[in-house]
T-cell receptor, first 114, second 111 residues
Framework: NAGVTQTPKFQVLKTGQSMTLQCAQDMNHEYMSWYRQDPGMGLRLIHYSVGAGITDQGEVPNGYNVSRSTTEDFPLRLLSAAPSQTSVYFC?????????????FGEGSWLTVV | GQQLNQSPQSMFIQEGEDVSMNCTSSSIFNTWLWYKQDPGEGPVLLIALYKAGELTSNGRLTAQFGITRKDSFLNISASIPSDVGIYFC???????????FGKGTLLTVNP
């Protein structure tokens, strides 16, 4: 995947623990987004950002926080993990005003909350 | 919000067969995207469609943007084992940072 890096790849958390999923892109993209993927549900938008200092909620934002202090980074924070947050998380980035073929996805972060 | 209805949910086919899947929406999309996801990987763009009626090919894959702008189709010809994966349709809900995805079609190809 061209330039979108997610860490960690795999993580197991206990209920109530906090953690941050990291996302970084080196393409100078204005737009960055976080999605979660659950079996049979496709990908659903959690939070997005249209530029440094600007974030907004997507379809399923509850239980997650984000910030965008730099153009390159868009971390996703779970403040108190719940089993319902067991999922695969994908970060994506794209150019402002870019066409659909300018959207790039990271390789995913597999999170299990026990 | 907008929803994309993708069908079929899964397909089991023999190598060499052609495959067809589709996506419908209750509202108009100005762009249709088709992605493939391999196990343990992120979605990879296969085809992007930008104009109603557009028919675009990428190797053995062909996708069409429906005239009503509320549907799209993806066809795979002469399937091979490496076509196995989940295929998603998606469309920007206003902009590229807000994609709406279908629930995916799981394709299994028996050699």
């Amino acid at each position: 995947n061209a330039g979108v890096t997610q860490t960690p790849k795999f993580q197991v958390l206990k209920t109530g623990q906090s953690m941050t999923l990291q996302c970084a892109q080196d393409m100078n993209h204005e737009y960055m987004s976080w999605y979660r993927q659950d079996p049979g549900m496709g990908l659903r938008l959690i939070h997005y950002s249209v530029g440094a200092g600007i974030t907004d909620q997507g379809e399923v934002p509850n239980g997650y926080n984000v910030s965008r202090s730099t153009t390159e980074d868009f971390p996703l924070r779970l403040l108190s993990a719940a089993p319902s947050q067991t999922s695969v998380y994908f970060c994506a980035s794209s150019y402002r005003g870019g066409a659909g073929n300018t959207i790039y996805f990271g390789e995913g972060s597999w999170l299990t909350v026990v | 919000g907008q929803q994309l209805n993708q069908s079929p949910q899964s397909m089991f086919i023999q190598e060499g067969e052609d495959v067809s899947m589709n996506c419908t929406s209750s509202s108009i999309f100005n762009t249709w995207l088709w992605y493939k996801q391999d196990p343990g990987e992120g979605p990879v763009l296969l085809i992007a469609l930008y104009k109603a009626g557009e028919l675009t090919s990428n190797g053995r894959l062909t996708a069409q943007f429906g005239i009503t702008r509320k549907d799209s189709f993806l066809n795979i010809s002469a399937s091979i084992p490496s076509d196995v994966g989940i295929y998603f349709c998606a469309g920007p809900s206003g902009s590229n940072y807000k994609l709406t995805f279908g629930k995916g079609t799981l394709l299994t190809v028996n050699p």
